[in-house]
């Protein structure tokens, strides 16, 4: 009947797409307690943080984040665009976030990688957005239906240069909800792109979700330019301490000009290296002297903690229970959970090398944040790899932390 | 040498950023002539200067976004179109143009071009076409003739070029023409049409590159680039668009014109009754 409905329509500018339950549209925050699917958790997080925009390209294990929000955003009078690759995918979310709006995108490996080249912009035009990758088993093609952990390191180096980011890694569909908002709000707050690396076993699983009445929502502003728009204003003028210049939109009179190339307060392109040195400084820093409000960790069993593993995403789920069993069988281990992956909680794991004896690293992948714990502590570190496609257990991570103990 | 007339004022001295001048293009080159086009049919539109947004990709013709004084976006190479139906789509308010070149648009943004364009979304491209990649030192693009010599063809290109009309009708786009910076009137009336025109525009202009692509093709003189462009050109009226093709050392005729000027429905994002 819909097809028919849209056929006899001509152009479906307005129709009465069937939606929702009896037919009437949904409001953006599905305030209640519901059992969930990973990916339609995350969809769902985005509209209650007001995404109006999503531009996508299909992929397997996210593509149910691009059909919830097909059925659900014009629902909320947003706009959802299926786009021709995810490199248009990509751009379109950064042309949305410079009209003013809450854009986002959400792919999985081989289209994350497409993605990079234009991330680099967003990251040089200072414009807020979320990402989501929803990671399979790589490298290339790989395992299209199933998990994977291996895209940490290029979520933080994929694109060429040196920037500061933004990532987050979610371990259940509640999670993925509550981090897309958080994403949305980190974006719009330090004028950056924010990666939300979910991997297959979370996108894919379906758990209780409970979604706050809207008032309960958090929302970070963005920084806005005072006053009305004048001809001398300085699109890239950083004058606080947490080094983000004010954003003005697209349409508003400010005559901006945004460029990828190096450039000025003004946005004017300047080759000088002093010019380029500056600015890129400040992208990086940008990140780094905020890092306080970006960072999320959760602590189990650290107090004592002489054995600490440290994990994230779905494989956190198996690092808890084999942490659990470890305590039970008489060994101090404790369990650091990584929220963000990016930027890494160096200071804190200083203080926890202070007093930790060694460190267990699970991860789906074969070896890529264990690189980053072995840059700043001082003691053993051992991995536990599985390349992907399988849920790691916790025996193996038990096995290790019996091994260093 | 002749001296240069100065001037207190311009009449388009609101919508150029002088701060910017000078500007990086080479003598003879036209690009400056089909942006100064379109600043004159902002200026006839008479609507809010405001509204207008332009975009460009890379290339010589991407710094037109950098000189003109509206709201601007210098993107990445290619990916000017969906940048722009991103701003379009979150702010349906604006004018949003795209000024790119023929490598940009039709070579590594080919795919955005046509899905543009088979979306029949509401923008204006303006692309200047130069049959080469200026900027980089003149080389081949997918707009460059059978037999043309660039920097990577120098044997002569092998390659058949474009016929960027037939594809952008093919594709599905509501108003297609083409012109040379020598028909600035008809340029200018033609972006000013494109602005009212519901859906896809896209307005090619041939432009000299006497630095880039003549100096090795014989047209070192962008004054006889100009004069080929005018004893060649031809109205095209009843001619098919598979013929529109552009051979500029053969003497075959260089069709310009409007080539399709047609109403089919632009891209309307879903509606919903009772939605926000």
Same mark, same amino acid.
């Given at each position: ?267 004017? $392109?300047? &080759? ?7 600015? @890129?400084? #400040?992208? +990086?820093? /940008? ?74 690293? $699970?991860? &789906? ?7 980053? @714990?072995? #840059?700043? +502590?001082? /003691? ?26 | ?276």
């Amino acid at each position: 009947m819909r097809a028919l409905r849209i056929l006899h329509d001509g152009m479906p500018g307005v129709c009465n797409l069937h939606t929702g339950e009896g037919g009437v549209t949904r409001p953006a925050v599905l305030t209640g307690s519901h059992f969930m699917h990973g990916d339609h958790a995350c969809a769902e997080g985005a509209l209650a943080a007001g995404c109006t925009f999503f531009g996508g390209y299909p992929i397997t294990p996210s593509t149910e984040i691009a059909e919830r929000l097909a059925a659900r955003l014009p629902e909320v009078g947003g706009v959802f665009m299926q786009m021709e690759d995810e490199m248009a995918s990509m751009a379109s979310i950064l042309g949305a976030s410079a009209a003013g709006a809450r854009a986002m995108t959400a792919t999985s490996g081989p289209g994350f990688s497409l993605m990079m080249e234009n991330l680099g912009l967003g990251v040089m035009m200072e414009l807020p957005c979320v990402v989501v990758n929803v990671q399979r088993g790589s490298p290339s093609t790989g395992l299209p239906t199933l998990p994977g952990q291996s895209d940490i390191m290029q979520a933080r180096w994929g694109s060429h240069g040196d920037y500061g980011i933004a990532a987050y890694s979610p371990w259940s569909p509640q999670e993925l909800f509550d981090l897309t908002i958080h994403a949305f709000n980190v974006a719009d707050r330090f004028r950056i792109p924010v990666l939300l690396m979910a991997d297959e076993v979370v996108g894919h699983m379906v758990e209780r979700v409970i979604i706050p009445d809207a008032a309960e929502i958090v929302h970070w502003e963005r920084k806005r330019p005072n006053g009305k728009p004048k001809g001398d204003f300085l699109p890239y003028l950083a004058e606080g301490a947490d080094l983000v210049p004010p954003m003005a939109y697209a349409g508003e009179g400010y005559k901006l000009h945004f460029t990828g190339l190096t450039h000025d307060e003004k946005g004017y $392109p300047d &080759m000088s290296p002093e010019v380029h040195h500056a600015l @890129v400084t #400040r992208l +990086v820093e /940008k990140v780094r002297c905020n890092a306080d409000q970006l960072i999320r960790t959760e602590s189990y069993f650290m107090d004592d903690a002489s054995i600490v593993v440290i994990s994230f995403g779905s494989t956190a789920r198996s690092a808890l229970r084999a942490v659990k069993d470890a305590r039970e069988g008489g060994i101090k281990a404790g369990f650091l959970r990584l929220i963000s992956i990016w930027p890494f909680p160096v200071d804190m794991l200083r203080k926890i090398d202070e007093k930790a004896q060694a460190y267990v690293i $699970p991860e &789906m992948n074969l070896g890529q944040l264990i690189t980053e @714990v072995e #840059r700043y +502590v001082h /003691k053993p570190v051992l991995g536990v790899n599985h390349a992907g496609g399988v849920m790691m257990p916790p025996d193996p991570i038990l096995a290790a932390i019996r091994e260093v103990s | 040498m002749v001296a240069p007339i100065l001037v207190d004022e311009h009449p388009l001295d609101t919508l150029i950023r002088a701060d910017r001048m000078p500007h990086i293009w080479c003598p003879g080159c036209g690009i400056g002539v089909v942006m100064r086009c379109y600043a004159h049919a902002i200026q006839l539109l008479g609507d809010d200067v405001d509204r207008h947004v332009v975009v460009s990709g890379i290339g010589c013709s991407g710094r037109v976004a950098g000189y003109m004084n509206l709201d601007s976006y210098h993107t990445t190479h290619g990916r000017a179109i969906p940048f722009a139906i991103g701003l379009k789509l979150a702010n349906p308010d604006l004018h949003v143009t795209v000024f790119s070149g023929d490598g940009d648009l039709a070579a590594i943004g080919g795919n955005h071009l046509i899905h543009a364009a088979r979306r029949n979304i509401d923008l204006t491209v303006i692309c200047t076409n130069n049959f080469n990649y200026g900027m980089t030192g003149g080389q081949a693009g997918p707009t460059t003739p059978l037999g043309a010599r660039t920097s990577t063809t120098p044997y002569g290109c092998p390659e058949l070029p474009f016929n960027l009309a037939n594809l952008l009708s093919a594709a599905g786009a509501n108003f297609v023409s083409r012109w040379t910076s020598l028909h600035v009137r008809q340029v200018r009336k033609d972006i000013l049409y494109a602005f009212r025109k519901p859906g896809f525009s896209f307005i090619e202009v041939l432009v000299p590159c006497p630095i880039g692509f003549g100096r090795s093709n014989k047209l070192a003189d962008a004054i006889d680039e100009l004069e080929l462009y005018r004893e060649r050109c031809e109205i095209a009226s009843g001619v098919e668009l598979d013929q529109l093709g552009i051979d500029l050392h053969g003497d075959r005729p260089i069709y310009v014109g409007r080539f399709v000027d047609r109403d089919a429905p632009q891209y309307q994002p879903i509606k919903l009754e009772g939605s926000a």
